[in-house]
């Protein structure tokens, strides 16, 4: 168990709809970072956020967004769904100072 | 394109076999991390490696970093079907205020017994 929790695990949902993707870092973890996975892709860097505030941006789609809440946990609201968003959707936090990135068990969202 | 490559991308050995998976940049990195990952689990830190030319050994993998810092390899010494998983590196990149991994898309390995 990585300390990192994700909510929902699972998720199946209809093209043109929307879905918030919920995260609980580690203890004390002030970044969180958002990942996709898919197939042929492989891990992508979405975004970086520490202690409330956006830190870096990746390959995020317009049509999602993400905040860090004043406790610490994350959103990711991905809007305006496609067949092409089904993927894997990790979480991960980091330490200040800590080299090593804590994944979640990430949420599989299925998009029909 | 890609920023990190690793080859093979798939890989089938028999148990007790030797294997060699490579992570190839043309980015330098501040450090490389080599990441293990099982079906419906999110990718688990096995090691990470900072200095050009670093060995690191852990039991029976062996991980080393290109003296350039651009590229790496993983090496397991007689597999057991217990390291059969989706093998990942990723490399570190610093920005002003901000740490960022760039993963690799991984090698799936199957060990059979």
């Known amino acids: 168990d990585s300390g990192v929790t994700q909510t929902p695990k699972h998720l199946i949902t209809a093209t043109g709809q929307r879905v918030t993707l919920r995260c609980s870092p580690r203890s004390g973890d002030l970044s969180v970072y958002w990942y996709q996975q898919s197939l042929d892709q492989g891990l992508q860097f979405l975004i970086q956020y520490y202690n409330g505030e956006e830190r870096a941006k990746g390959n995020i789609l317009e049509r999602f967004s993400a905040q860090q809440f004043p406790d610490l946990h994350s959103e990711l609201n991905l809007s305006s769904l496609e067949l092409g968003d089904s993927a894997l959707y990790f979480c991960?936090?980091?330490?200040?100072?800590?080299?090593?990135?804590?994944f979640g068990e990430g949420s599989w969202l299925t998009v029909v | 394109t890609q920023l990190l490559e690793q080859s093979p991308q798939f890989l089938s050995i028999q148990e007790g076999e030797n294997l060699t998976v490579y992570c190839n940049s043309s980015s330098v990195f501040s450090s490389l991390q080599w990441y293990r990952q099982e079906p419906g689990e999110g990718p688990v830190l096995l090691v990470t490696v900072v200095t050009g030319g670093e060995v690191k050994k852990l039991k029976r993998l062996t991980f080393q970093f290109g003296d350039a810092r651009k590229d790496s390899s993983l090496h397991i010494t007689a597999a057991q079907p217990g390291d059969t998983g989706l093998y990942l590196c990723a490399g570190e990149l610093r920005g002003a205020g901000s740490y960022q991994l760039t993963f690799g898309k991984g090698t799936k390995l199957s060990v059979i017994p």
């Open positions: 991960a936090s980091r330490r200040v100072g800590g080299n090593t990135i804590y």
